[in-house]
C-alpha cells in the first residue's frame, strides 16, 4: 500500500521569499516544546488527498489526465488556522487575480480525474493554503493574532503553477515525500 496525494510545489524563489516571513512570526521563536514547523523545501498545496491504494498506475493515470488543465498564475497571501482546538494549523493562502477560477478548475480537473479511475480523496471543499506550522497549545492566542496579522500584510511573488506531481508519503515526526511522477499543466 502507498499513501499518495497529489500537490503543487512553490518556486525556490518563492519559497526563499516566504522563508524570510515566515522566520519572524511567533510559531517560528526557539521554545520549550518545539512548534512542528514544515520545512521550506516541503511546503506545497494539496491538490488532492487520496489517501492509501494499493497499485499507483491508477494514480499516475489520473496526474497525467491533469496535465490538460490551465496553469494559474498565484501568489501566497494571507493565512489562517484549520482544524481544531489544540489540533490547529497554521497555514498561508494562496491566491490568484482571476479570484481563484483556475485554481478551482485545477481543483476540479484533479478530481473528475480521480473519480473516473474510482479513486478514493478527500472530498472536502479544496482550500488551497500551504501548512507552515502545527502549534497546538504551545503558542498563546496573543502571539497567534499577531501571527495571522503578519500573513493578512504578507503577498509573495507570483509564479505560474506549471507542475502538479503524484507524490508518496510515509508518516512519521517528520514525514516523508516522495515524488512519483509529475506533469506539466497547458
Known sequence: ????F???YPPAEVREHFKRMVDG???ARPREKSVRLAPPERWHLTVAFIGDVEDEDAAVEALLEVGEAEAPTVRIAGG???GRKQFKHLVAEVESDDGGIALRRLGDAVRK???RRRLPFDRRDWQPHLTIARPG???GAEELAMDL???AAYRSPEWRLDEVRLM????GPQPEYDVIRTVGLR
Open 80 to 82: 489562517k488556522t484549520l
Open 25 to 27: 512570526l511567533a510559531v
Open 113 to 115: 480525474a480521480l473519480r
Open 137 to 139: 497549545q504551545l503558542v
Open 168 to 171: 508518496r508519503s510515509r508518516l
Open 1 to 4: 500500500m502507498s499513501r499518495v
Open 6 to 8: 497529489m500537490a503543487v
Open 149 to 151: 496579522e503578519h500573513l
